[in-house]
């Protein structure tokens, strides 16, 4: 499997670059519905070789557009570069149980560190259940919550699950409040645990060129650009150390 980090001097800052993306593969996980995932060998003559991909907007780790789910919404080709490109932090959210929500507490002590109009990526550690039927009744976002990003100011909400509603219940009130609202989303990130909660990190969720779409498969990276390691810095979270308990099977 390709690394999820690579690196890049310059001058004495070494910037380390972490890949929060799933592969896009046959076998893998993807929304119930949605197109299924086929990856074939095309006819090439030797020794060339071409490859045909079936996959759906929603593939892997991808971004929403408004269209995804707003009537008349911006499609991914209307957005500028710069939306995909941004500061943000990640927020953890252990322990939920399946199908659990996700409560308001657990995001108040962290948008103080969230930079205006950045990202806020939600750690669940769901993606450890990739591939597999579990995956599909991940924690979702609350109404109460998904309002609390909606007064935030965040430009991007994603989260390391199939989708920030209720698949199992089938909700759609996080799609409708945030793209509704002009907040993009990310869905089927990967290892955010690379990341340290609270700390402002460098983020590109840039999307395939596609005109006129709902959406798109993203290769979303993340680095930090301070000249430090922040896992080395004693200074690097503006979040107490104490503000990481484990609140299980409850909506906070």
């Known amino acids: 499997m390709q690394s ?23 076998g ?18 030797p020794p060339w070789r071409v490859t045909q991909l079936h996959i759906g907007t929603h593939v892997g780790t991808h971004i929403d557009a408004a269209s995804h789910f707003i009537p008349h919404g911006k499609t991914i080709s209307q957005y500028p570069l710069e939306r995909f490109l941004l500061p943000g ?17 657990a995001f ?11 990202a806020l990526l939600i750690r669940t550690g769901w993606d450890d259940y990739w591939k597999t039927e579990r995956y599909l009744r991940h924690p979702y976002l609350t109404r109460e919550t998904t309002q609390l990003l909606v007064g935030s100011g965040v430009s991007i909400v994603g989260i390391d699950a199939l989708n920030v509603d209720s698949t199992a ?19 089927n990130l990967t290892r955010l645990h690379q990341l340290l909660p609270g700390v ?14 709902d959406g798109s498969p993203i290769r979303a990276i993340a680095w930090h650009t301070g000249g430090e390691d922040p896992a080395q810095s004693k200074g690097h979270s503006r979040i107490p150390q104490n503000s990481t308990d484990v609140h299980r099977g409850e909506a906070v």
């Open 4 to 26: 999820s980090t690579s690196f890049e001097t310059s001058g004495s800052v070494r910037t380390e670059y972490l890949d929060l993306s799933h592969q896009i593969e046959n």
């Open 28 to 45: 893998m996980t993807y929304f119930p519905g949605d197109p299924k995932p086929d990856i074939a060998p095309a006819d090439a003559p």
């Open 89 to 105: 932090i990640v927020v953890p959210v252990p322990g939920r149980n399946d199908d659990g929500p996700i409560g308001v507490h």
């Open 108 to 118: 108040e002590r962290y948008l103080t560190a969230l930079p205006e109009h950045g």
């Open 169 to 187: 219940q089938g909700t759609d009130h996080a799609h409708a409040a945030l793209l509704g609202n002009d907040i993009l989303i990310v869905e």
């Open 200 to 213: 402002v990190y460098q983020f590109s969720f840039l999307p395939l060129a596609l005109s006129g779409l």
